[in-house]
């Protein structure tokens, strides 16, 4: 089973800035498209963007021209860059392979909390 890990998440105030990390054991990030998914306590899991494996790029509307996602398929990572964060961008943020229909997904990571101030 793929061992997936997010990290960077945290505290911040509105208006920042945060990068999350997603890594995965082998090729798992090579081989896909990959997408990030936040989750709000009680809510379903929502695809918030993704990234193709040659790189384009595709984003939720309340995301566009804030969030920008990349990836790096030599180390095997994609990141999530935040800018202009606003409190209802609180939410734990998770990597996966991209996949429309999230509940087709069953292998996840912890998840990374990232928590906006106003």
């Known amino acids: 089973q793929v061992h997936i890990v997010e990290s960077g998440g945290g505290l911040v105030q509105a208006g920042g800035s945060l990068r999350l990390s997603c890594a995965a054991s082998?090729?798992?990030?090579?081989?896909?498209?990959m997408g990030w998914y936040r989750q709000a306590p009680g809510n379903q899991r929502e695809l918030v963007g993704g990234i193709s494996r040659i790189g384009k790029t595709t984003y939720i509307d309340s995301m566009k021209g804030r969030f920008t996602i990349s990836r790096d398929n030599a180390e095997n990572t994609v990141s999530l860059q935040m800018n202009n964060l606003k409190p209802e961008d609180t939410d734990v943020y998770y990597c996966n392979e991209f996949e429309v229909v999230v509940t087709d997904l069953d292998n996840w990571g912890q998840g990374t909390q990232v928590t906006v101030s106003s």
């Open positions: 082998g090729t798992f990030v090579g081989d896909n498209d």
